[in-house]
């Protein structure tokens, strides 16, 4: 029975107090486990993305890899490898999304230069393409993300309901970031790239973002003017003779100063591919210092079905010589004559190496002397020669009047000349865009692949046709093939005409 004396003896303050510490306890012990969740979603959403937070899309003719990823600082990087990567600071979430080029599909790229009207179908479809990639990646990141998170959750509370609460921390904080990076998006910093790897140098070699942007009108008018004259075009080459399948001409690709860019390969393989070309003539500078580091580079040849016709350019060493050589297709030349693939061709090395710095190398009134005293030798053995290679026209000159077609390369620009004795002196411009120094900050436009494919008649060994070809530099989207028909291709060699007859250089 209650009395009004335990009532107004009974220590309230002490109660109070009491509960007062249950419900603190309570409550820190509730925050203990709600802290635990929430760092248990926070550290499985990021595994989650880590291990699934990407997608592959078609992009146009690529296969592009987009990723999302936590980060501090966000941003959007776009990675161009092997060339470098571009960072835009887009956003102030703290999200990173990363854009790859994994893979270029050639069908689609072959139908884009098959059919002008495909680049204008592929720039119209590229927004949808990206569009749908980051719908597909943002709805794989909350996925993955959730997961994640749940089994966090899962395997370290062993209840549904925490794992469940994980997954829901985890999903709120990428929903929220996701949000913060919509508004807090910038499209000007498009303008304002960061640049890393051998793409450093593309703001010296297309100008401002802003530069790039106002002269975007005058792109396309040219592109349309391009794409015009394409009728013209087919009616202009349905004139020329045709040398595809034709066994009594010997298909030649003329290559040179290729300067230990990787991207060559990939030009020279299809190229050989599409021509059908029996040999490949590559008038030198394989390499751009002629290290041992680098002879690993010369392995490419070997994997090349045709023969690979060489001589050392004055950024080649002795060592780079020997490396070519042991490739079981390369016919190294070196003060020699070898027939190949039905052409007899006669080849000599640079004597010079212009990366040593300690080598006393020789003036080009030397080079010139060597040249000259090598043409005595070959006159004086008698040999017939179809073709003269080396890599400068100085060495070379002194063949003037004695073989029909000399080529050459170390002026990273196509020119041609036929000389008043009947020679025909073809210099390559670069096949690997001038290697590191094809970005010209000179000129504003960096170095063209170029290189030829020649045309001889199997019996006589003349030069009838070449085709010259020109693929846009880094930064450049252009290509370009011409056909020369050679006039006289039985011309006599060493009977001096009135005028040497020359064409202009081409870039």
């Not at 009532?7 to 309570?26: E, K, N, P, T, V």
């Not at 012990?29 to 760092?39: K, N, Y």
């Not at 793409?199 to 005058?218: D, N, T, W």
């Not at 070196?334 to 010079?352: F, N, S």
Request: with cysteine.
């Amino acid at each position: 029975m209650f009395s009004w004396e335990a009532i107004r003896g009974y220590d309230y303050r002490g109660a109070a107090g009491r509960l007062r510490g249950r419900l603190a306890r309570l409550r820190r012990g509730r925050a203990w486990r709600w802290t635990c969740v929430a760092a248990a979603g926070l550290v499985g959403g990021w595994l989650g993305l880590a291990l699934a937070g990407q997608v592959v899309t078609p992009i146009g003719p690529a296969d592009v890899t987009l990723t999302l990823s936590p980060q501090w600082h966000g941003e959007t990087v776009v990675d161009v490898a092997p060339l470098g990567r571009l960072a835009f600071d887009t956003h102030g979430a703290p999200l990173r999304l990363e854009a790859t080029i994994t893979d270029i599909r050639l069908s689609a790229a072959q139908e884009m230069f098959a059919d002008p009207e495909a680049i204008n179908r592929m720039a119209a479809g590229i927004g949808a393409d990206l569009k749908a990639g980051v719908i597909a990646l943002v709805v794989r990141a909350l996925v993955a993300a959730g997961v994640g998170a749940a089994l966090m959750g899962l395997l370290l509370f062993r209840s549904v309901w925490r794992a469940l609460g994980s997954a829901a921390v985890s999903l709120a904080v990428l929903a929220g970031s996701g949000l913060l990076a919509v508004n807090t998006f910038n499209p000007s910093a498009i303008a304002e790239p960061r640049y890393t790897g051998l793409i450093a140098g593309a703001p010296q070699v297309v100008g401002s973002a802003e530069e790039v942007v106002g002269r975007f009108s005058e792109y396309q008018e040219q592109l349309a003017g391009l794409v015009g004259n394409v009728s013209m075009l087919y009616e202009a080459t349905s004139t020329l003779p045709v040398y595809d399948e034709d066994e009594t001409v010997v298909r030649a690709l003329h290559v040179s100063d290729i300067q230990l860019n990787p991207a060559s390969w990939s030009i020279i393989r299809t190229l050989m591919d599409q021509y059908g070309v029996d040999l490949i003539l590559d008038s030198g500078d394989l390499t751009d210092r002629g290290s041992a580091a680098e002879d690993a580079f010369a392995d490419e040849i070997g994997k090349l079905d045709v023969p690979y016709v060489w001589v050392r350019g004055q950024h080649d060493s002795a060592g780079t010589q020997r490396a070519v050589a042991a490739q079981p297709n390369a016919v190294v030349l070196d003060d020699e004559v070898r027939e190949v693939a039905g052409l007899t061709v006669y080849g000599a090395g640079d004597p010079r190496f212009t990366p040593d710095a300690t080598r006393l190398n020789p003036t080009a009134e030397g080079v010139a002397a060597l040249g000259e005293e090598q043409a005595e030798e070959l006159a004086d053995s008698g040999d017939e020669v179809d073709v003269v290679l080396m890599h400068t026209r100085t060495q070379a000159n002194a063949f003037d009047g004695m073989v029909p077609l000399v080529l050459t390369g170390d002026e990273h620009l196509r020119s041609t000349e036929l000389s008043s004795l009947g020679t025909r002196f073809l210099i390559q411009g670069s096949t690997g865009g001038a290697g590191l120094s094809g970005l010209d900050h000179g000129s504003g436009r960096p170095t063209p692949y170029q290189a030829s494919v020649l045309y001889f008649d199997a019996e006589t060994g003349r030069l009838q046709a070449r085709d010259d070809i020109d693929l846009g530099g880094l930064g450049l989207t252009s290509a370009q093939v011409e056909r020369h028909i050679e006039a006289d291709p039985d011309r006599p060699v060493g009977e001096s005409e009135e005028e040497p007859s020359e064409e202009a250089p081409t870039d």
